[in-house]
């Protein structure tokens, strides 16, 4: 049975009325609602000054509402110490949280920068420039990430070429597993890999097997760090060994100019065996680097103190491989964070994918640049 229409109504009369009440009376009837809280509060006093002290009623009831007020302005006063209190309490963390924070960012900026430093060469200086930007002092949070991303989406867009498409159509064509060599060798048991991409050259040589594995399988092999991340001085060395393995299918140097380039065409096309003298210049290469060096991967970074591995090492590697002693000096000099700074923590070595002693290898480089 429902409700009658009259109920109905009046119902909705008494809502619009408390409504209106609450909204226009309640502002003018406050003072009286607090006076009357205040009188029930101290009803109990009154009663006790009337009927133990045998005042006149007047008189409790102002003494009432005094002692009333009282025990009011106390307690806002303790309410009131103890939120100074606090506040003082977190003034005094305020400065560590803000350092906190700014560690936590200037963390997060290093890590960013360090995966921007592996990014493909005509990309890194565009990742770079908008991660700054991102860090840097202006407008709120949100506005510079959205300023950002944007202005980085045009930078990445305007330095791809025309082929950019079809050459990632292509790559998006195939399967490539690049990983650490165990892994590698269980891709290889499936099927649908084409495409296998590990680290071979002069003094890095433990993909061989890979190598034979993979052309077996008729998978093709991108030979990777064919300089063993710029460790190996002579190019033309390193790539007639590379390519005198019949089974490498590509090989993917690091160039910087057009001299470059011709230089590693020239030793690619170079097909015929390796000569007495070639090989000498291979042995060398091999007792003088051994196995002990850094890649450059930067796998190792961010440095918990901000050192920059790999740049000491590759100074150092001049110093004391190369006979450039002093543009070795002059470059390491311009690094913010010396080898002498580590504070061995062992972070770097935990990421390092060559398992290299990192902590005692700078603590070489330090001694051998003076500090």
């Known amino acids: 049975m429902g409700f009658p229409r009259k109920d109905i109504l009046t119902l909705l009369a008494g809502s619009v009325l408390l409504w209106l009440a609450v909204r226009f009376l309640l502002p003018l009837i406050r003072p009286f609602l607090l006076g009357l809280v205040l009188a029930l509060a101290a009803e109990p006093m009154v009663r006790f000054l009337e009927n133990r002290l045998r005042l006149p009623r007047q008189a409790a009831a102002g003494l009432g509402v005094s002692m009333a007020f009282c025990f009011l302005a106390l307690l806002v006063t303790v309410l009131c110490a103890a939120a100074v209190r606090q506040l003082r309490s977190l003034a005094g963390i305020l400065p560590g949280l803000e350092e906190a924070a700014r560690r936590a960012l200037e963390l997060t900026q290093t890590n960013l920068l360090a995966l921007a430093a592996r990014a493909p060469r005509n990309l890194r200086p565009v990742l770079t420039e908008h991660l700054r930007l991102l860090f840097s002092d202006g407008s709120t949070l949100l506005g510079k990430i959205t300023a950002w991303l944007l202005g980085l989406a045009g930078g990445i867009l305007g330095r791809l070429p025309d082929s ?208």
């Open 164 to 371: 950019a498409l079809g050459f990632g159509t292509g790559i998006l064509s195939a399967f490539l597993i690049s990983a650490r060599l165990p892994k590698i060798r269980l891709a290889l048991e499936q099927d649908w890999v084409e495409t296998v991409m590990f680290p071979y050259n002069i003094v890095e040589t433990q993909a061989e097997s890979l190598i034979a594995q993979a052309a077996k399988k008729n998978v093709g092999f991108i030979c990777m760090k064919p300089l063993a991340g710029g460790a190996i001085e002579d190019a033309t060395s390193a790539l007639r060994f590379v390519c005198a393995n019949p089974d490498v299918t590509v090989v993917i140097p690091g160039m910087a100019d057009i001299a470059e380039l011709n230089q590693n065409l020239a030793a690619v096309n170079d097909a015929s065996p390796l000569s007495r003298e070639e090989e000498g210049k291979l042995r060398a290469i091999r007792d003088t680097l051994g196995t002990q060096f850094c890649r450059r991967c930067n796998y190792c970074q961010p440095c918990s103190v901000g050192i920059s591995i790999s740049s000491v090492f590759l100074f150092e590697g001049y110093l004391s491989r190369y006979g450039l002693a002093d543009w070795a000096r002059s470059r390491y000099a311009t690094l913010a964070k010396k080898a002498s700074e580590c504070i061995g923590c062992g972070a770097c070595e935990s990421r390092c994918p060559y398992h290299l002693p990192i902590r005692s290898m700078l603590k070489e480089a330090a001694e051998r640049f003076g500090e």
